[in-house]
């Protein structure tokens, strides 16, 4: 595991020639760019320390994360704070957020994290307006908690949501009926173009309302749907895809994005994240 991580550390450093601070200190992007440990699944269960000591070793220091399967939340937190890993935001499953939203809340604080995020609305496909009532008044209720315990609630789209209803799609029905105190939003760039939604022109719409956003690119040529699904294949290197980064960029800037995180499903995510860092810190 540690020839992993110095064989991508070594990639990254050829590909970008940047220094391997995440921290974009010119150009267009300003912030940092932060991590979906997601990003890593198939790598925690070779060595949870390993593959930490790899994320560092890229240059980040923010992550959305979770414990891997078989960590504490306790430990997970000790071994992050040991490499100077913050957890800014974790997720948790949307039963887990109903049923117990103090629990959310304890574990959030455990790693640290100001910012809980649920990604997917259990529901029969297609996905219906029941389905995006049925969320709203869920999330309106358990944001209210997370909010009274210092945590901001944000829920992630998933595609699904941009099923056309009224005048514009159920995605707009959850914004609008659910209270801006108690529910935020995490815009997946990816899971906003699959569906055929503008994520810049969401959030010019909706502003403040979205605090948290996963960078991610769709492969050219993939046609999407409502479906919520796509093969991790079509996740591709940012700047490659179909998203509009710089504009996309710039209007999260404008919207007062907190955190930025790169997602990378894709089976090639080794070779394709350092591009992705290199491409964003080379933005103007």
């Known amino acids: 595991m540690k020839q992993f991580a110095c064989s991508l550390l070594l990639l990254f450093s050829v590909l970008s020639g940047y220094s391997l601070t995440a921290q974009s200190q010119k150009g267009l ?10 990003t890593f699944r198939n790598s925690f269960p070779q060595g949870v320390e390993a593959t930490l000591d790899t994320i560092r070793s890229l240059g980040f220091v923010e992550l959305e994360a979770n414990p891997p399967k078989g960590v504490s939340h306790e430990d997970f937190r000790k071994m992050c704070d040991a490499r100077g890993l913050k957890i800014v935001a974790t997720g948790a499953g949307y039963e887990e957020l109903v049923r117990d939203p103090l629990q959310v809340v304890k574990n959030a604080r455990i790693l640290g994290s100001s910012f809980v995020m649920v990604a997917w609305i259990p ?12 969320a ?7 944001g209210k908690v997370l909010k009274e315990n210092g945590i901001t609630f944000c829920y992630h ?12 799609t159920l995605f707009d029905y959850i914004v609008e009926n659910t209270n801006p105190e108690y529910v935020s939003f995490e815009l997946d760039v990816l899971w906003a173009i699959h569906p055929g939604a503008d994520p810049v022109a969401l959030l010019k719409k909706y502003g ?24 991790t294949s079509n996740d591709v290197t940012i700047g490659t895809g179909q998203a509009k980064f710089p504009a996309i960029i710039r209007a999260a800037q404008a919207a007062g994005i907190k955190h930025y995180f790169i997602e990378d499903e894709s089976p090639v995510f080794m070779q394709q994240v350092p591009k992705s860092i290199a491409y964003l810190k080379s933005l103007k």
Do not use: C, W
Not at 29 to 38: A, C, K, M, S
Not at 123 to 134: Q, V
Not at 157 to 168: K, L, R, S, V
């Open 157 to 168: 789209n998933h595609g699904y949501e941009f099923t056309p209803h009224g005048a514009g």
């Open 136 to 142: 709203a008044e869920d999330f309106n209720k358990a």
């Open 123 to 134: 529901h029969k496909a297609p996905f219906k307006l029941d389905d995006a009532m049925r």
């Open 29 to 38: 992007f300003q912030g940092e760019i932060g991590l979906q440990t997601y």
């Open 208 to 231: 403040s309302r979205f605090k948290l956003m996963h960078l991610k690119d769709l492969r050219k040529g993939v046609k999407g749907d409502y479906s919520g699904g796509t093969p």
